[in-house]
Nanobody
Framework: QVQLVESGGGLVQPGGSLRLSCAAS????????MSWYRQAPGKERELVAA????????NYADSVKGRFTISRDNAKNTVYLQMNSLKSEDTAVYYC???????WGQGTQVTVSS
């Protein structure tokens, strides 16, 4: 049974940081490129960051470049999203998924507000 379970979301003040984690099981994690997406209320889901299967290649949306970092630990079957200098416009539900879109997590809420 494939599972992607996100954690680490919450409420943070503007300028603060959060680290999201996504624990994978039920498939060969190290064979899959992974991604983080987000969806804000009333907006379409957007790709935030992606990482290749072995972590050597990363890509970011222009809106988060220089602030967010995607990484992975294949020994722990986990992908991370370190989010720094958070802004109110980063408020959204964040999802991890395989880059192919085959598997998705349930999402974790990130709210940036004072």
């Amino acid at each position: 049974q494939v599972q992607l379970v996100e954690s680490g979301g919450g409420l943070v003040q503007p300028g603060g940081s959060l680290r999201l984690s996504c624990a994978a099981s039920g498939f060969t994690f190290s064979s899959y490129a992974m991604s983080w997406y987000r969806q804000a209320p009333g907006k379409e889901r957007e790709l935030v960051a992606a990482i290749s299967a072995f972590g050597g290649i990363t890509n970011y949306a222009d809106s988060v470049k220089g602030r967010f970092t995607i990484s992975r630990d294949n020994a722990k079957n986990t992908v991370y999203l370190q989010m720094n200098s958070l802004k109110s416009e980063d408020t959204a539900v964040y999802y991890c998924a395989t880059r192919s879109g085959n598997y998705w997590g349930q999402g974790t809420q990130v709210t940036v507000s004072s």
